[in-house]
């Protein structure tokens, strides 16, 4: 039988201290690049994704055939789908859609979708060809769908209405 001799002392290892030193560098690290990842995600990119380069055959705002041709073109069903985004900015989805009766196949349509607030100010907008890049072309009396994505929007912006415009157009 043993005899008891009172508590026993254990010591500590030699390489505890290495180990939290090891670990707090990568927290730092780790809290560093998550810094970094949410300044890079809020920061608006260095490229203007809003204004595509015009092309130069397009009938567009200022020529003399757009806006009869622009009124034979109908936007309708109009809807601008908010999605929050993790950085704390929302990003709106607008859809609609887009009727010729133009009476010429359309080979080119450039759009402008816009958040407006209730001063009728632009909150954010982008343009964006629509045809070729989702469709080649709209025969007369032909419908499609339309989407334009708009990033970075402030969650806390005034946001009254969604507009969809025709800035462009070709025909075959």
């Given at each position: 039988m043993m005899s008891y001799n009172g508590p026993m002392l254990i010591k500590e290892p030699e390489l505890r201290w290495p180990i939290?030193?090891?670990a707090a560098l990568i927290t730092?690290?780790?809290?560093?690049?998550?810094?970094?990842m949410h300044f890079v995600a809020s920061t608006p990119p260095?490229?203007?994704?809003?204004?595509?380069?015009?092309?130069?055959?397009?009938?567009?705002?200022?020529?003399?055939?757009?806006?009869q041709f622009r009124q034979q073109i109908s936007i309708e069903q109009v809807m601008g789908n908010e999605k929050l985004h993790p950085f704390n900015n929302l990003?709106?989805?607008?859809?609609?859609?887009?009727?010729n009766e133009t009476g010429q196949t359309i080979s080119g349509l450039e759009l402008r979708g816009a958040i407006v607030d209730t001063e009728n100010s632009i909150v954010r907008?982008?343009?964006?060809?629509?045809?070729?890049?989702?469709?080649?072309?709209?025969?007369?009396?032909?419908?499609?769908s339309v989407r334009i994505l708009l990033e970075g929007i402030?969650?806390?912006?005034?946001?009254?209405?969604?507009?969809?415009?025709?800035?462009?157009?070709?025909f075959e």
């Open positions: 939290v030193l090891i730092m690290a780790i809290a560093l690049l998550v810094a970094t260095l490229v203007n994704r809003s204004s595509p380069p015009q092309v130069e055959w397009m009938l567009q705002p200022g020529h003399s055939e757009f806006d990003v709106v989805e607008l859809t609609g859609v887009v009727r907008e982008r343009t964006v060809a629509v045809i070729p890049l989702q469709q080649t072309a709209v025969e007369n009396n032909e419908s499609i402030d969650r806390d912006s005034d946001r009254a209405r969604a507009v969809l415009e025709v800035t462009g157009i070709t």
